[in-house]
């Protein structure tokens, strides 16, 4: 119950939070999925980075691989 | 008059000395081909042209106007196609040739009709994808409507069929050819085939300098030969008969005509394969000239 | 001309989702700063129970959500900036693309001021997000006074107005991003060795950004950063003024 109240009074940062993490790591993986070909590595191992490193991996899709 | 000046230019790239002393003329309405190996200067005399490099020594005229390095006022009425040419690959044909129209100042109810004009001159009207999934055919005709779209009095076009296949060489020739009465070509190239098809006169660029200048309708290229393939059998008939050299895969004979080399043929009882005029090579034409 | 240009550079920012990108990940440092300063007595607390026992760990202020602020922005933001927009020069040089627009007449200098004026823009929009977000948690969690808060949020601000003048001029001397990044890692670095002398410290322009949180709380004075920001401005006028004239006379090809 404790724990639970503790996450509630921090929701007016989490939720924003979440929501533009995922945001931004859903729109670095549908950018992904459409791209025809990658120019690093491959898209399986983006899609990983892009998921697992939450702030940095999509920054370094869209740098690397949106040079246009 | 003439449309393009070029007097004593001169051009060194750190201590790499690259032209010397090109010197030529190009006169109003005409197609004039610009030949040289690789390496010789063909690019870097037209971007001095352009003013995107400097020049060491010498000038250059556009219109009567010099060209100054840096930005230049010449440039507006200069198209050019770049040997590569590049584009923002994600827009699509239309949305890049208007933003070459607003940057020419092309007013807008006119800039509409002109880029649909030269994108059925260039046959890209039905393309609708971004340039980013352009064939390099495409990319080269792309090429040439972004460098008509101020329908410029000179346009200058580097090496505009050397990466195409020879659908897409025929193409660009075409178009170079159809543009003749508006305005004035000059292109370069290595290969003599497109040069013979569509120029009016030929400045042959070698060691830093034009070495030679030709008219077409005077001059002729060297004398060329034929290329002919033979069965097996008869290569040896072929050998005494000709002096042959071995190109491309097939036997070179040089200096005949048709009628003389069918004449030797049927009389020795040698019975081609294939027979076709071979082309002078770049090398041909050093040799004639040197 | 500059019209098209700009909206070309507009465009760009937006099919490659990197001016949105930037956008969410300034908003995130935004909301992050006070999260981390609320969190951080917590998470020490726990990691440290033995040791601390008997002991209270001071309530965190709202200074101490700006100090993450301007720690997120000043280090991490700026990079994030300079990183995913700092190569909108050097991208046409390395590319070639803008050899068509030149020889159709298109002005030299206007190519940079379409450039600048779309990095300012997005500087001062993502920073405007991040700094609002902020604030606004902060003085929802926290009742401490907030001095100077328009010089504080100000100078932040302005050090990335300088950077982006600094990135232009690297881009026109250098041509290539990973050398312009390079060069302007090596200035910062430069002069936070400098700034280790207190006579010359604050002569230097991240002398203005070095005291954020200071001016907040009230303990340093704005008017104090004067000779830093005179300096910052005219280095970002004159850097500025020297982009375009190198530019117009620099070999293209």
């Given at each position: 119950?404790?724990?639970?109240?503790?996450?509630?009074?921090?929701?007016?940062?989490?939720?924003?939070?979440?929501?533009?993490?995922?945001?931004?790591?859903?729109?670095?993986?549908?950018?992904?999925?459409?791209?025809?070909?990658?120019?690093?590595?491959?898209?399986?191992l983006w899609a990983l980075i892009i998921v697992l490193f939450n702030l940095i991996g999509p920054i370094l899709y869209f740098v690397l691989e949106k040079r246009t | 008059m003439n449309i393009l000046e070029v007097n004593n230019l001169k051009k060194s790239f750190g201590d790499k000395t690259v032209?010397?002393?090109?010197?030529?003329?190009?006169?109003?309405?005409?197609?004039?081909?610009?030949?040289?190996?690789?390496?010789?200067?063909?690019?870097?005399?037209?971007?001095?042209?352009?003013?995107?490099?400097?020049?060491?020594?010498?000038?250059?005229?556009?219109?009567?106007?010099?060209?100054?390095?840096?930005?230049?006022?010449?440039?507006?009425?200069?198209?050019?196609?770049?040997?590569?040419?590049?584009?923002?690959?994600?827009?699509?044909?239309?949305?890049?040739?208007?933003?070459?129209?607003?940057?020419?100042n092309i007013t807008k109810d006119k800039s509409a009709a002109r880029i649909e004009a030269l994108l059925e001159l260039v046959g890209l009207s039905d393309v609708d994808t971004k340039i980013k999934g352009y064939s390099r055919g495409m990319k080269q005709r792309l090429g040439v409507a972004q460098a008509l779209i101020n329908q410029p009095k000179l346009l200058i076009c580097?090496?505009?069929?050397?990466?195409?296949?020879?659908?897409?060489?025929?193409?660009?020739?075409?178009?170079?050819?159809?543009?003749?009465?508006?305005?004035?070509?000059?292109?370069s190239t290595h290969i003599l085939s497109d040069v013979e098809q569509i120029s009016d006169r030929v400045g042959i660029l070698k060691d830093g300098h034009i070495i030679r200048e030709l008219d077409l309708k005077t001059d002729k290229l060297p004398p060329s030969g034929v290329l002919v393939t033979v069965q097996e059998s008869d290569v040896e008939k072929l050998n005494t008969v000709f002096t042959v050299e071995s190109r491309e895969g097939m036997f070179y004979i040089p200096d005949i005509e048709l009628e003389a080399l069918y004449k030797q043929?049927?009389?020795?009882?040698?019975?081609?394969?294939?027979?076709?005029?071979?082309?002078?090579?770049?090398?041909?034409?050093y040799l004639e000239v040197t | 001309m500059f019209n098209a240009?700009?909206?070309?550079?507009?465009?760009?920012?937006?099919?490659?989702?990197?001016?949105?990108?930037?956008?969410?990940?300034?908003?995130?440092?935004?909301?992050?700063?006070?999260?981390?300063?609320?969190?951080?007595?917590?998470?020490?607390?726990?990691?440290?129970?033995?040791?601390?026992?008997?002991?209270?760990?001071?309530?965190?202020?709202?200074?101490?959500?700006?100090?993450?602020?301007?720690?997120?922005?000043n280090q991490l933001g700026l990079l994030i900036f300079i990183i995913l927009f700092g190569s909108v020069l050097t991208v046409e040089f390395s590319r070639g693309t803008l050899i068509n627009l030149l020889t159709k007449g298109l002005s030299r200098s206007i190519v940079i001021h379409t450039k600048a004026l779309f990095l300012l823009i997005v500087w001062t929009v993502a920073y405007a997000i991040a700094a609002t977000l902020t604030y606004f948690y902060t003085i929802f969690y926290w009742d401490e006074p907030l001095n100077q808060l328009f010089g504080a949020l100000f100078t932040s601000w302005f050090f990335g107005v300088f950077l982006i003048s600094l990135i232009l001029f690297a881009?026109?001397?250098?041509?290539?991003?990973?050398?312009?990044?390079?060069?302007?890692?090596?200035?910062?670095?430069?002069?936070?060795?400098?700034?280790?002398?207190?006579?010359?410290?604050?002569?230097?322009?991240?002398?203005?950004?070095?005291?954020?949180?200071?001016?907040?709380?009230?303990?340093?004075?704005?008017?104090?950063?004067?000779?830093?920001?005179?300096?910052?401005?005219?280095?970002?006028?004159?850097?500025?003024?020297?982009?375009?004239?190198?530019?117009?006379?620099?070999?293209?090809?």
């Open positions: 119950m404790e724990v639970f109240d503790e996450i509630q009074a921090y929701l007016p940062f989490l939720i924003p939070l979440i929501g533009l993490q995922v945001l931004l790591s859903l729109t670095a993986l549908i950018m992904l999925i459409r791209q025809n070909q990658v120019r690093y590595m491959n898209k399986l | 032209l010397t002393d090109v010197s030529f003329s190009v006169k109003e309405n005409e197609i004039y081909g610009f030949i040289g190996g690789n390496g010789e200067g063909k690019t870097t005399t037209m971007r001095m042209i352009l003013g995107l490099l400097k020049i060491d020594a010498g000038d250059v005229f556009v219109c009567g106007e010099p060209v100054t390095f840096g930005e230049t006022k010449t440039n507006r009425h200069v198209g050019y196609l770049p040997d590569v040419p590049e584009f923002y690959p994600f827009m699509n044909a239309r949305e890049y040739l208007k933003l070459c129209a607003e940057i020419t580097d090496e505009p069929t050397s990466a195409l296949d020879p659908k897409g060489r025929r193409d660009i020739l075409g178009i170079l050819k159809s543009i003749k009465s508006e305005t004035t070509v000059i292109f043929l049927n009389e020795h009882k040698i019975y081609p394969i294939h027979i076709e005029q071979a082309r002078p090579s770049l090398e041909d034409v | 240009m700009f909206k070309k550079e507009w465009t760009q920012a937006w099919k490659s989702f990197k001016f949105v990108a930037l956008l969410i990940v300034f908003a995130i440092l935004g909301i992050m700063s006070p999260l981390v300063a609320l969190l951080t007595p917590e998470i020490l607390g726990s990691v440290l129970e033995e040791e601390m026992r008997g002991f209270t760990l001071p309530e965190p202020t709202a200074y101490d959500s700006f100090a993450q602020f301007y720690s997120n922005l881009s026109v001397l250098f041509k290539n991003f990973i050398v312009v990044l390079s060069a302007v890692l090596v200035i910062l670095f430069a002069f936070m060795l400098l700034a280790i002398h207190p006579d010359i410290a604050e002569w230097l322009p991240n002398y203005i950004i070095s005291h954020n949180v200071a001016l907040l709380e009230g303990s340093f004075d704005f008017d104090t950063l004067y000779r830093a920001l005179g300096v910052t401005l005219v280095a970002t006028i004159v850097m500025y003024v020297l982009t375009i004239i190198r530019f117009k006379k620099m070999e293209v090809s």
